[in-house]
């Protein structure tokens, strides 16, 4: 077993056990930066180090993210440490604020045509959802993926069952108006590669719009490893505003915010990537806001 070599932007390697306090003996891989590859085994550990969990900090592109990831199918629940320091109040003001509602971010930033949601769970949001939009989903869970196709069937589309990336590679070329990363890319092992297929899967002038924690939140500051936005061994790449844009550019994409998509008071933001071509359609920062 090669453990000496990591994963990187384009490889995932063989996985070495490790002894978890929390999770006892576990399969993993090792990461290198997965913006730009470098191997940062050699930079200090981030006070957001939990357990075999190891945050670091790319000397090179400045990309936050933790060096192992669970391998395996069932990876075990995620482990929170958060504590608010918040009132009930303010939460519910801060939340209020973030919070997007995705039928209306679609109908707002995408073309008609068909709508990709990966990692849809059961896709009850889509009930909400403007029939100029045919929904399909991929969703690694069987029980989700099973009541998520009752929904999808419905209004034309269909759910794939299996994983993120393999679903992806099924699908054809420039077909889809838009694909959705709803607090998908934070888990993934592999994001510019999720970025990249996400980018070949949609017509020209469509979008993907993603969310993810905001690593740059005031509130992550406060808090360190006990900010909500961090749960192990789940979250495993750790963006602000400006390595989420770095990434996107990388895979091919404009990147594009509405007013309040990335707010410091928000634990979560949001972007929306836009492929070259198609019919012009002007963005605006009030758009979507
Ligand atoms: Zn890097």
């Known amino acids: 077993m090669d453990v000496d070599a990591k994963t990187g932007p384009d490889q995932i390697t063989a996985p070495l056990v490790v002894q978890s306090r929390t999770f006892g003996a576990i399969a993993v891989i090792e990461r290198n ?58 939460r519910f003001r801060l939340h209020l604020l973030g919070r997007k509602q995705w039928d209306v971010l679609v109908e707002v930033w995408a073309q008609p045509g068909a709508v990709m949601d990966l990692g849809c769970r059961d896709a009850a949001w889509v009930e909400e959802l403007s029939p100029a939009f045919v929904p399909y989903g991929i969703e690694p869970d069987p029980h989700l993926a099973e009541a998520a196709a009752q929904r999808l069937i419905e209004r034309g589309g269909t759910c794939i069952n299996g994983p993120i990336v393999g679903g992806l590679s099924m699908l054809e070329d420039g077909f889809f108006s838009a694909v959705l990363l709803r607090s998908r890319l934070q888990r993934e092992v592999d994001p510019l590669g999720v970025l990249r297929e996400t980018h070949r899967v949609l017509r020209p002038g469509g979008v993907a719009l993603v969310k993810v924690p905001n690593f740059g939140a005031l509130n992550r500051m406060i808090m360190g490893a006990k900010w909500c936005g961090l749960r192990y061994p789940g979250h495993i790449n750790h963006f602000t505003e400006n390595t989420l844009s770095k990434m996107g550019e990388k895979a091919g994409f404009s990147v594009h915010h509405g007013l309040t998509f990335t707010l410091p008071t928000s634990d979560t933001m949001y972007a929306a990537f836009k492929k070259a071509g198609g019919r012009s359609r002007r963005y605006s920062a009030c758009r979507g806001g």
Not at 41 to 62: I, N, Y
Not at 72 to 81: I, K, S
């Open 33 to 90: 930066c997965p913006l730009c590859g470098h191997d940062n085994a050699g930079e200090p550990e981030r006070a957001e180090s939990f357990d075999v969990w190891t945050v670091r900090r790319c000397a090179k592109c400045g990309f936050v993210y933790t060096d192992k990831a669970f391998y395996g199918e069932h990876p075990p629940a995620d482990v929170r440490l958060s504590q608010s320091r918040l009132s009930k109040f303010m």
